[in-house]
């Protein structure tokens, strides 16, 4: 399955975005489709995660101010940012797995990735 992740850019703290990512050449539905994000001089972390069957996951960092959902007429999986803050600022990468839901959290399980979308938060 090839992923495209945008809308990316640059927005006042306390603003939001929405992330979009499309799959081709897959379902969504028969994968944890999981985003995460990596801001310079970090390593890459988590930030939520939509199971083949329906669950939901989050980082401790955005639950309560990101919602992750599923469109399967498009096939995509969205990340709508509310409430932005600057140490949100990151490049953020969707990515599909078929492991355990138990495992969701973990990058290494997820095999496919999209190029990843900059988000810009100033204060």
């Known amino acids: 399955v090839q992923l495209q992740a945008s809308g990316g850019g640059l927005v006042q703290a306390g603003g939001s975005l929405a992330l979009s990512c499309a799959a081709a050449g897959g379902d969504v539905r028969r994968y944890t489709m999981g985003w995460f994000r990596q801001a310079p001089g970090k390593e890459r972390e988590f930030v939520a995660a939509?199971?083949?069957?329906?669950?939901?996951k989050y980082s401790d960092a955005v639950k309560g101010r990101f919602t992750i959902s599923r469109d399967n007429a498009k096939n995509t999986v969205w990340l709508q940012m509310n409430s932005l803050k600057p140490e949100d600022s990151a490049v953020y990468y969707c990515a599909a797995t078929t492991t355990i839901w138990g495992r969701a959290r973990e990058e290494d399980v997820y095999r496919y990735w999209g190029q990843g979308t900059l988000v810009t938060v100033s204060s």
């Open positions: 939509f199971g083949w069957s329906g669950n939901i």
